[in-house]
Structure formats: C-alpha cells, structure tokens
C-alpha cells in the first residue's frame, strides 16, 4: 500500500520562503512520477508542478520562476521549494504519486 507524507506547511510572511517534503513509502519510489498540487478554500484542486522519473519538470503558470520541485530517490522523497511567495499560494499542498494515491496534505499560509 502506497503511503505519502506531506510536511514542511506553515505560516510565513509574503515575499518569504517554504520547503515542502513528501516521503512515499510502500512502492517503488524512482519509477513514479511525483507532484504537487494545491487547494484553497471554496476552490478546486488544482495542479503546482510535477517531476518525471528522468528529472524532467514541469510547472503551472502561477508558480513559474518561483517555486522549484526537485526528487531524492535515495530518500524516497519529492521537494518542493517555493520563494516569493504571495497571499494567492495559500493552500493545502498535496503531494500526488501520478498514478493515484494522494497525502494528506499540509496548510500554506502566506500572510502578514
């Protein structure tokens, strides 16, 4: 059984930063493609930014130039690094396995 674990959420300042992690356990971490995606609230779930097996990456408009998702398959583990960021990134970040399970999700709050 496949299991994600967001964490790294939390409140911060506009203009400020946050790093995202998300653990896979129970399946073959390096043959998935991973990503994130992100709900507010009253809103749809929305797509962030994704990784391919072979580094290959791949964002949303919104978050171009600012957020980075990067993989470490010796830690089971998918990054996500976001700067600059404003009140509009506020959101459960989720962290998907590309076939179909999802975390549970952690909180961004971006406010000052």
């Known amino acids: 059984q496949v299991q994600l674990v967001e964490s790294g959420g939390g409140l911060v300042q506009p203009g400020g930063s946050l790093r995202l992690s998300c653990v896979m356990s129970g399946s073959i971490f390096s043959s998935r493609l991973m990503a994130w995606y992100r709900q507010a609230p009253g809103k749809q779930r929305d797509f962030v930014a994704a990784?391919?097996?072979?580094?290959?990456?791949n964002y949303a408009d919104s978050v171009k130039g600012r957020f980075i998702i990067s993989r470490d398959n010796s830690k089971n583990t998918v990054y996500l690094q976001m700067n600059s960021l404003k009140p509009e990134d506020t959101a459960i970040y989720y962290c998907y396995d590309g076939v179909f399970s999802w975390g549970q999700g952690t909180q961004v709050t971006v406010s000052s």
């Open positions: 990784i391919a097996t072979g580094g290959n990456t």
